[in-house]
Every structure is written in structure tokens, then in C-alpha cells.
């Protein structure tokens, strides 16, 4: 029994290390990608904002501490390592990963069976579903925030700043529903199948 014990704990550790593992890539990659890659995705000089795209599938695939912690690099990263980048971008990417944290990570079982108590469905969404909304709630919290900054610093607002604002929010929206799904394979996620209705049987 030991023996069976303690190689169930060798593989649950194994699988959480693994999992870990994939996270940490998964942050890098994204940011490496963001500053090499995407800017030469422009269109009309509208760069995508692949970092909301990882946020995004951090907070569905582990959780609101983690999609922190991945902004917080983020922001980090993006301080330290681009001089061009102003020192309120430490502050933005985790204030940005907040919206959706708190509004798209899976509900907890105490959340699910409250549901069912008062007669709602008591499950989850789809992930895919929620992983683009919440990258488009993460990226128009960043626009906003972005923009009233801008404001106050510059105390000019034109219907130019809004127009880029509104392309990055769609751009982004659009590069997470190509990616979303390759990622999540990445991470160990399979699609979901929906259950097969038993046949009816009718009496004779």
C-alpha cells in the first residue's frame, strides 16, 4: 500500500510539475513573441497584443492567481527590457489581467452547487468561449486605462486615439480565436465532446 501510495504521489507531482513547466514556457514564449514577432503582424500599423492572448488562457486554463502573476511579468518584462515602454506599463498589464480573472475563471464547486440549489445549470462555460471574451475584456480594460493616461498626460483626446484603441481590442479578439485552441492542446486540454443522448425506448 505504501509502495502504491507513494508512486501516486511521484506521478501527481510529476503532472504538476509538468503543468508548472508549460505555464512558464507558455509566459516566456509569449512575450518573446510579442516583441519580435507581432510587430511585423501589423495591419495599418496596428499591432495585436499577444500578451492578452496568454492572460487570457492562463485565466481559464489555472486560475485568477496565476493570470496575475502573468501580468505582472508581462508588465514587468516589458518595463525592464524595452527602454521605449514607459514605467506605467508595470502597473497596467496586472491591473488589465484583474477584469478577467475576476470574471472568466472556472467557478468553484461551493460556486457550482450553489447554482443548482436555486435552480441554474451549475457548470462552467465553454473555455473557448470564455478565453476570447475574457482576452477582449483584458485588452479594452488596457485600451481604457491606456487612453485616460494618455489624456491626462497629453489633455487631448481625438477620435484617432479611440479608432486605434477599438482596431487593437478587435485585432487582439481575432489573433485569440485562431490561437486559443492550438494553445490549449499545448497546455494538455482536448475539446470537449458533448455527451451522446441514450436512445429512447418505447414499449410495444
Known amino acids: 500500500m505504501a509502495s502504491h501510495a507513494q508512486e501516486r504521489n511521484m506521478q501527481m507531482f510529476r503532472a504538476s510539475f509538468k503543468r508548472e513547466l508549460k505555464l512558464f514556457f507558455l509566459i516566456i514564449m509569449g512575450y518573446l513573441c510579442q516583441v519580435s514577432v507581432m510587430p511585423y503582424l501589423k495591419i495599418g500599423g496596428i499591432t495585436p497584443l499577444l500578451t492578452m492572448t496568454m492572460i487570457a488562457v492562463v485565466t481559464v486554463a489555472y486560475g485568477r492567481i496565476q493570470a496575475f502573476w502573468c501580468g505582472a511579468i ?117 475539446r470537449e465532446r458533448k455527451p451522446v443522448a441514450a436512445p429512447r425506448v418505447y414499449g410495444t
Open 74 to 190: 508581462y508588465g514587468i518584462l516589458l518595463e525592464v527590457m524595452l527602454p521605449t515602454h514607459e514605467v506605467f506599463q508595470l502597473f497596467l498589464y496586472p491591473a488589465a489581467s484583474l477584469a478577467g480573472a475576476i470574471l472568466f475563471p472556472d467557478k468553484s464547486m461551493q460556486q457550482l452547487e450553489y447554482e443548482r440549489s436555486i435552480g441554474k445549470p451549475g457548470r462552467n462555460r465553454s473555455p473557448i468561449v470564455r478565453t476570447i471574451a475574457c482576452a477582449a475584456v483584458n485588452t479594452f480594460v488596457y485600451e481604457v486605462v491606456n487612453l485616460t493616461y494618455v489624456y491626462l498626460r497629453e489633455s487631448v483626446m481625438t477620435a484617432q486615439h479611440l479608432a486605434v484603441g477599438m482596431s487593437v481590442i478587435v485585432y487582439t479578439t481575432l489573433l485569440t480565436m485562431i490561437l486559443v485552441l492550438p494553445i490549449r492542446r499545448f497546455l494538455g486540454y482536448r
